[in-house]
Nanobody, 122 residues
């Protein structure tokens, strides 16, 4: 079955940076749109970013545009999220997700991982 394993979370400082990774397996990674979403404690799922199957087209939520960068290395079956200029409101569990197509939302997610916690605090 599809497997997605996020890593790279931890404690970040306001204004600092973190890079998240998502290792994908058991499906043809290069054929699918991928996404990052997040869920803050006690809140609903928030879509963050989509990336096309080849990595050439990206989309971002307004809340992270200009600060976060989604990328992928299809040869390594790995998805990345570079997080810069971190804010306390970025604190959340971050999930990578496989999608059937770009939706610019959490709709269309077929599978997702267990998540990695990012805490932004001084």
């Amino acid at each position: 079955q599809v497997q997605l394993v996020e890593s790279g979370g931890g404690l970040g400082q306001p204004g600092g940076s973190l890079r998240l990774s998502c290792a994908a397996s058991r499906f043809t990674f290069s054929s699918y749109v991928m996404s990052w979403v997040r869920q803050a404690p006690g809140k609903g799922l928030e879509w963050i970013s989509d990336i096309s199957s080849g990595g050439g087209t990206t989309y971002y939520a307004d809340s992270v545009k200009g600060r976060f960068t989604i990328s992928r290395d299809n040869a390594k079956n790995t998805l990345y999220l570079q997080m810069n200029s971190l804010k306390p409101e970025d604190t959340a569990v971050y999930y990578c997700a496989k999608k059937e197509g770009v939706t610019r939302s959490y709709y269309g997610m077929d599978y997702w991982g267990k998540g990695t916690l990012v805490t932004v605090s001084s």
